[in-house]
């Protein structure tokens, strides 16, 4: 999608700042209500934290290392849909 | 000179020649800055993680996972997600001011020599918290390498980069820093290699559960501590056992008399601690276990931590004892080990008004898990608040690889968070742990897996440490040179003037940071750059933000705000129970008397008190330019 936008470096619009100041907004967002949420129940509910649903691991290895791969998800979401420069489909 | 001090020194040699001379042809071409646009974005992708994986990252939360389980790792997931708020919020908004330095973009609508003056400062503040921490680490590297007192290992690290920046000012390129990255992160994915290929086994070398030496009398009245017909001490459990303590006698002075009951002289050392007392099923070793197995094996299995008590003596002075303190693997799996973190384990007491102890319980609770919560909030904001990563963040010129190169960044500094967990964990279990120092613990791993590992891994970190510490200093001297006096006092002086100021800058800053190294020995590096987070948090994010999104900010504003902020979280952390404990070296309890902030952490009351001064300021000083300002 970013194809249709792409090779106009020169026309550095407003539309498109805005456009990416929105979409890293709301990445953002998600990535906040996660860490978040880790927070709460690390300072408030040790309990859930210790549950062990699948491989003997606990939630609050599982929760931790899926908030370090869901930042990089997010980054990889946000290369991908940020419009402006030069990005041509192929070349990430 | 040993094998491994030659591996060591080979190694650091080379990065340091290929530093000089990768810097030499930097500063000799015409275009500097032409020559970074060509940089594959990949290799400066590496080189953000080789920037800002500071050996306080690597030493720090290797020691703090070795000593205290998941506490380390809740550091390794606020500093990633502090890379999030980089680049979703804080990256573009900022280019677009078409600025590339931390005064200079919240400078950019202004020009106000007020802003300039407290964004120096701030800088010059962050970064000399940001280097106590890399200098204790110096330190602690030193320390098992040569053998050293930790104050020899921080001053001479401090006078090698001091002489570096001050005779050739160090050009840290970021092929050097791709480097450093990329070694660190392959060379703790080889070790995470094989220390779950060794898998876990126990250990047995501390005795315990042992009956009551016959003759034995009580070493102090109300202790638990047993003294046998040797003049050994024990520690009488509840089950009326013994087990094996370490102890440590010192004079009014604190000169170190014995350890172990052998005078140090006489080759009295303390042993080596970290290992397993069971695992699951009766095993006593398990072989290769996969990531996954190793961590479920280990929160079915009971690691022998330590706990250590000062006695004082009659005399003036000192009895240390470290005793066994079996935990549970399920306990050390989750966080609430470390004592900074200690209060959030288990549930809320709940308060009863008849019973005012239960109240108070219940309000101690609430302040540790604020505490907590504000140290979590630091380390998401500080990232982005830090002058040097956010320069770092402008050495690609287009977006998109700007964009490329920081998701690259967070892929290794995640890869490299991941294998630390193992590192530390592997080290919790390695039989290698020195008691009295948390962030030597990676490095003594490794060591176990033999001196070549050892050399490299303690050559990568030194190294790390003299890229960042000159780096660090640089960003200083330069602060107080083109900030403070060119802008701020007006002073006109020739190019040569200027560097030979920046020089002595250089050498005033560098001095302050071997002091405050060795002042603050004692503390876990990890939680000095958690200070460090806190302190960039609260002076420097609301500016940033507020000036990024907020159309009706002024110029009285930001001052403000960065002042309030600065001073408050400085002077917080300054008079914490932590500074207390282990700068001004009261006792724990002394500490908790002593302390005038009800916790640690100031971010969660600073960082809003700098956003609600600015919001405040700028709506006082708001000049009445209503066309501009309909945002």
Same mark, same amino acid.
């Given at each position: 999608m970013s194809s249709k936008l792409s !090779?106009? !470096? !020169?026309?550095?619009g407003e539309g498109q700042d805005r456009f990416n100041a929105r979409l890293g907004l709301m990445l953002f967002a998600v990535y906040v209500v996660a860490y978040g949420s880790f927070m709460t129940l690390a300072a408030f509910y040790p309990k859930i934290m210790a549950?062990?649903?699948?491989?003997?691991?606990n939630i609050a290895i599982i929760y931790g290392m899926s908030l370090i791969a869901g930042a990089f998800a997010l980054s990889l979401v946000y290369l991908r849909l940020a419009r402006g420069g030069q990005i041509t489909d192929g070349e990430v | 000179m040993s094998a491994t001090l030659l591996v060591f020194l080979f190694f650091v040699g080379s990065v340091l020649g290929i530093s000089f001379w990768l810097g030499r042809k930097a500063t000799s071409s015409a275009g500097y800055f032409a020559a970074h646009g060509q940089i594959p974005w990949f290799v400066n992708g590496i080189a953000f993680a080789g920037d800002y994986l500071s050996a306080a990252s690597f030493l720090g939360i290797c020691g703090m996972i070795a000593f205290y389980g998941y506490d380390g790792f809740l550091y390794s997931i606020g500093f990633l997600a502090g890379w999030i708020v980089a680049l979703l919020v804080i990256a573009e908004p900022l280019k677009r001011l078409g600025r590339y330095t931390f005064a200079d973009a919240l400078n950019s609508q202004f020009n106000s020599r007020a802003i300039t003056l407290t964004a120096a400062i701030s800088t010059l503040v962050v970064s000399v918290f940001y280097l106590i921490p890399q200098m204790v680490g110096a330190g602690a590297l030193i320390v098992p390498l040569l053998g050293w007192a930790h104050w020899q290992g921080v001053v001479a690290v401090g006078a090698v980069v001091t002489i570096i920046v001050v005779t050739a000012?160090?050009?840290?390129t970021t092929w050097v820093q791709f480097i450093k990255g990329s070694l660190l992160v392959l060379f703790c994915a080889i070790l995470t290699v094989l220390i779950l290929n060794q898998g876990l086994r126990i250990d047995q070398r501390f005795a315990r559960g042992?009956?009551?030496?016959?003759?034995?009398?009580?070493?102090?009245?109300?202790?638990p501590y047993v003294r046998d017909g040797n003049g050994s001490l024990w520690k009488k459990e509840s089950d009326g056992t013994v087990s094996q303590v370490q102890w440590q006698v010192a004079n009014a002075a604190g000169v170190? &008399?014995?350890i172990n009951g052998v005078a140090p002289a006489d080759g009295g050392k303390l042993l080596p601690v970290g290992g397993l007392i069971s695992l699951p099923d009766g095993q006593t070793s398990t072989g290769a276990l996969s990531p996954l197995r190793y961590l479920s094996t280990l929160i079915d299995s009971t690691v022998l931590l330590w706990s250590k008590e000062v006695i004082p003596q009659e005399g003036g002075g000192t009895v240390t004892i470290w005793a066994q303190k079996p935990t549970s693997g399920a306990k050390l799996m989750q966080?609430? &080990?470390h004592p900074l973190f200690k209060?959030?384990?288990?549930?809320l007491p709940v308060a009863d008004p008849t019973k005012p102890e239960t109240v108070l319980a219940r309000q101690k609770a609430w302040l540790s898990r604020i505490d907590f919560l504000s140290l979590m909030l630091a380390l998401f904001c500080g990232t982005a608040s830090l002058p040097h990563i956010l320069i770092r963040?402008?050495?690609?010129?287009?977006q998109p690889s700007a964009r490329k190169s920081t998701v690259v960044g967070i892929a290794a500094i995640g890869l490299f968070y991941v294998v630390t967990l193992f590192l530390g964990l592997g080290a919790m279990t390695s039989?290698?742990?020195?008691?009295?120092?948390?962030?030597?613990a990676a490095p003594l791993m490794a060591k176990t897996f033999g001196d070549l590992p050892f050399a490299i891994i303690s050559a990568i970190a030194f190294t790390t440490v003299l890229g960042t510490v000159s780096g660090l200093i640089m960003a200083s001297a330069g602060a107080i040179v083109?900030?403070?006096?060119?802008?701020?006092?007006?002073i006109q002086l020739s190019d040569a003037h200027q560097v030979r100021a920046g020089k002595a800058a250089a050498i005033v800053v560098g001095g302050l940071a071997m002091w405050l190294g060795i002042q603050f020995a004692a503390m876990n590096v990890t939680s000095l750059v958690g200070w460090a987070f806190n302190i960039a948090a609260s002076a420097n994010l609301p500016a940033l933000v507020m000036l990024l999104f907020?159309?009706?900010?002024?110029k009285q504003g930001i001052t403000a705000a960065i002042i309030v902020g600065l001073s408050s979280s400085l002077t917080w952390v300054l008079v914490s129970k932590e500074a207390f404990q282990?700068?001004?070296?009261?006792?724990a309890d002394a500490a908790a008397l002593a302390t005038?902030?009800?916790?640690?952490?100031?971010a969660i009351v600073t960082v809003p008190l700098g956003f609600l001064v600015l919001v405040v300021v700028s709506l006082m000083t708001?000049?009445?330019?209503s066309g501009s300002s309909t945002g």
């Open positions: !090779s106009q !470096s !020169s026309n550095h549950v062990r649903p699948f491989g003997g691991v | 000012g160090m050009v840290s042992l009956e009551l030496p016959a003759g034995a009398t009580e070493a102090w009245p109300n202790k170190v &008399q014995s966080p609430g &080990q209060g959030i384990q288990g549930e963040y402008y050495t690609v010129k287009d039989g290698a742990l020195n008691l009295t120092d948390t962030n030597t083109h900030d403070l006096l060119k802008n701020v006092w007006d907020w159309r009706g900010t002024t282990h700068v001004y070296g009261y006792s005038l902030v009800p916790f640690s952490q100031p708001r000049r009445a330019r």
